[in-house]
């Protein structure tokens, strides 16, 4: 079955612990994307990769790291997590070669920092 | 002025009736444009793309563009209670990102 998948769904964490959320996909898209979503803001672009080794900052990405050293992964680390990073993470993968793809997105991790 | 506008809502509409959504942009250049539907604590699913002027049609759903006035609206025919969610208008920046509206929350009502 063709999907996105993250781990872990649900996390509580404390403040400044170290975390990564992970993100696989296993249709061979190029294009990944995290994305945060919080009441009254909607979803918000943290970082994308256009493919391996190459990734770049989205409209939020204070407080975030990336990496892409395999097509099907592309995880999100909080090198020191703070209370306004509590909310809901979604990733996401595409084909890159067209503007009319459809982006697909992992099931979502909620994360509460405290 | 935000890249992607929608009301927030909430729209309510009885069981049956036409609901219409509405979303506008602001960057001119944008070529294509997505409606994701997104239930309470779900991940958006596409519903629809669209990227030519006019109206485009999938089952109960239309799409309209209208790139002169950088409108871009959807209406859901025959409303039913499962289509009761938060719908997100998304257009795509130069690149492949895709900018998001708040969304509008519709509410169908039996």
């Known amino acids: 079955e063709a999907q996105v998948t993250q781990n872990p769904r649900y996390l509580i964490t404390v403040t400044g612990k170290k975390l990564t959320v992970t993100c696989s996909q296993n249709m061979n898209h190029e294009y990944m994307s995290w994305y945060r979503q919080d009441p009254g803001l909607g979803l918000r672009q943290i970082y994308y990769s256009m493919n391996v080794e190459v990734t770049d900052k989205g409209d939020v990405p204070e407080g975030y790291k990336v990496s892409r050293k395999e097509k099907r992964n592309f995880p999100l680390i909080l090198e020191s997590p703070s209370p306004n990073q509590t909310s809901l993470y979604f990733c996401?993968?595409?084909?890159?070669?067209?503007?009319?793809?459809?982006?697909?997105f992992g099931p979502g991790t909620r994360l509460t920092v405290l | 002025q935000k890249e992607v506008e929608q009301n927030s809502g909430p729209l309510s509409v009885p069981e049956g009736a036409i609901a219409s959504l509405n979303c506008t942009y602001s960057?001119?250049?944008?070529?294509?444009f997505f409606w994701y539907r997104q239930y309470s604590g779900k991940s958006p699913e596409l519903i629809m793309f669209i990227y030519s002027n006019g109206d485009k049609e999938d089952g109960r759903f239309t799409a309209q563009l209208n790139k002169a006035s950088q409108y871009v609206s959807l209406l859901i025919r025959d409303s039913q209670p499962s289509d009761s969610a938060t719908y997100l208008c998304?257009?795509?920046?130069?690149?492949?990102?895709?900018?998001f509206g708040k969304g509008t929350t519709l509410s169908v009502s039996s």
């Open positions: 960057d001119r250049g944008s070529q294509s």
């Open positions: 998304a257009v795509l920046r130069a690149g492949t990102a895709l900018i």
């Open positions: 996401a993968s595409s084909y890159a070669e067209s503007s009319y793809n459809e982006q697909f």
